[in-house]
Antibody
Framework: EVQLVETGGGLIQAGGSLRLSCTAS????????MVWVRQAPGKGLEWIAF???????YYADSVKGRFTISRDASKNTLYLQMDRLRAEDTAVYYC???????????????WGQGALVTVSS | QSVLTQPPSSSGTPGQRVTISCSGS????????INWYQQLPGTAPKLLIH???QRPSGVPDRFSGSKSGTSGALAISGLQSEDEADYFC???????????FGGGTKLTVL
């Protein structure tokens, strides 16, 4: 069974750093298009970063230069390093997986339960 | 503001058919497929419709999707109380080189 579990959320002061982890089971993160999507309180979904291969990483303008997506095949885990956090980064952060054979797209078949990040100003 | 446009709310009574629209542009819906997600209160989104009109295994056939030009729609027939949720459309955007989402539609079953 495919499962994604996010950890690492919490309360952080503006300007600080936090790293989210997304541990996968039932498949290898190395072979799939993986994405981080966030949802601010009471708001819609916003894509922020995705990764297909180690050379294929992309970021939304809102986080470019501050956030870094990466993965560790040996731990079967996807990461999101978040630096220079701002109050507007407060959201639930979800990791999600694309379908087999896809290197991009908006179709995400499996999602984690989400990790809440609260940035205080 | 979201790249794709959805009505913020919709409602219907049990057994009724409701439709939720999703409007985009030539760089997203106009040139790529639409996917729909259902988000029940307090839970993660779940893929409901992919590739414009395909249901993943386990999704009831009460749910259907369509696309025409730069717009799409999600239809729910035989509305049930458990369908009360937020619904989001999504598409790849060629100009932004990333997936984009609608702002979400909160469906209330009266």
């Amino acid at each position: 069974e495919v499962q994604l579990v996010e950890t690492g959320g919490g309360l952080i002061q503006a300007g600080g750093s936090l790293r989210l982890s997304c541990t996968a089971s039932g498949f290898s993160v190395s072979g799939y298009y993986m994405v981080w999507v966030r949802q601010a309180p009471g708001k819609g979904l916003e894509w922020i970063a995705f990764l297909y291969s180690i050379r294929d990483t992309y970021y939304a303008d809102s986080v470019k230069g501050r956030f870094t997506i990466s993965r560790d095949a040996s731990k079967n885990t996807l990461y999101l390093q978040m630096d220079r956090l701002r109050a507007e980064d407060t959201a639930v952060y979800y990791c999600a997986r694309g379908p087999s054979g896809y290197s991009y797209g908006s179709r995400f078949e499996s999602w984690g339960q989400g990790a809440l990040v609260t940035v205080s100003s | 503001q979201s790249v794709l446009t959805q009505p913020p709310s919709s409602s219907g009574t049990p057994g009724q058919r409701v439709t939720i629209s999703c409007s985009g542009s030539s760089s997203n819906i106009g040139s790529n497929t639409i996917n729909w997600y259902q988000q029940l209160p307090g839970t993660a989104p779940k893929l409901l419709i992919h590739s414009n009109n395909q249901r993943p295994s386990g999704v009831p056939d009460r749910f259907s999707g369509s696309k025409s030009g730069t717009s799409g729609a999600l239809a729910i027939s035989g509305l049930q109380s458990e369908d009360e949720a937020d619904y989001f459309c999504a598409a790849w955007d060629d100009s932004l080189s990333g997936p984009v989402f609608g702002g979400g539609t909160k469906l209330t079953v009266l």
